[in-house]
């Protein structure tokens, strides 16, 4: 049996930037043991990426939302115009072993946006 696929899934900029930055990381922390890690990071975004084709609204809604400080919310905006800039407001957060993936979606539509480890406290936000 297979699921039917009703979602358009990409990638913006941004979020192949932060993906590049994670393989580096990978590489500065252990060289021996990046490729295998790296490689093992596209395989769980290759698996995502399946199920958000068929269940775009399936992550979770994007936390950092919700938050009240004046920092919380300067970051919160600056995540905010690069779902504006993808035309899909819509944000949620799909966990993958110990990365966040921030996207904006649609019905039809995804737009992968950022990509952070989860001891990261921000997503890198630069509109493209």
């Given at each position: 049996?297979?699921?039917?696929?009703?979602?358009?899934v990409?990638?913006?900029?941004?979020f192949?930037?932060?993906?590049?930055?994670?393989?580096l990381?990978?590489?500065?922390?252990?060289?021996e043991?990046?490729?295998?890690s790296?490689?093992?990071?596209?395989?769980?975004?290759?698996?995502?990426?399946?199920?958000?084709?068929?269940?775009?609204?399936?992550?979770?809604?994007?936390?950092?939302?919700?938050?009240?400080?004046?920092?919380a919310?300067?970051?919160?905006?600056?995540?905010?115009?690069?779902?504006d800039h993808?035309?899909?407001?819509?944000?949620?957060?799909?966990?993958i072993?110990?990365?966040?993936?921030?996207?904006?979606?649609?019905?039809?539509?995804?737009?992968?946006?950022?990509?952070?480890?989860q001891?990261?406290?921000?997503?890198s936000?630069?509109?493209?």
């Amino acid at each position: 049996m297979t699921l039917p696929v009703s979602a358009r899934v990409e990638a913006a900029p941004n979020f192949l930037g932060n993906l590049e930055a994670a393989r580096l990381f990978l590489l500065e922390q252990d060289a021996e043991t990046a490729a295998k890690s790296f490689r093992k990071l596209k395989a769980e975004l290759r698996e995502m990426i399946t199920v958000l084709g068929w269940s775009p609204g399936c992550g979770r809604p994007a936390r950092f939302l919700t938050g009240r400080s004046v920092q919380a919310r300067l970051r919160a905006e600056a995540v905010q115009q690069l779902a504006d800039h993808a035309g899909l407001p819509n944000l949620r957060e799909y966990i993958i072993s110990r990365h966040v993936v921030l996207y904006a979606h649609s019905v039809t539509e995804v737009v992968l946006l950022a990509l952070k480890h989860q001891r990261q406290l921000t997503y890198s936000a630069e509109v493209q």
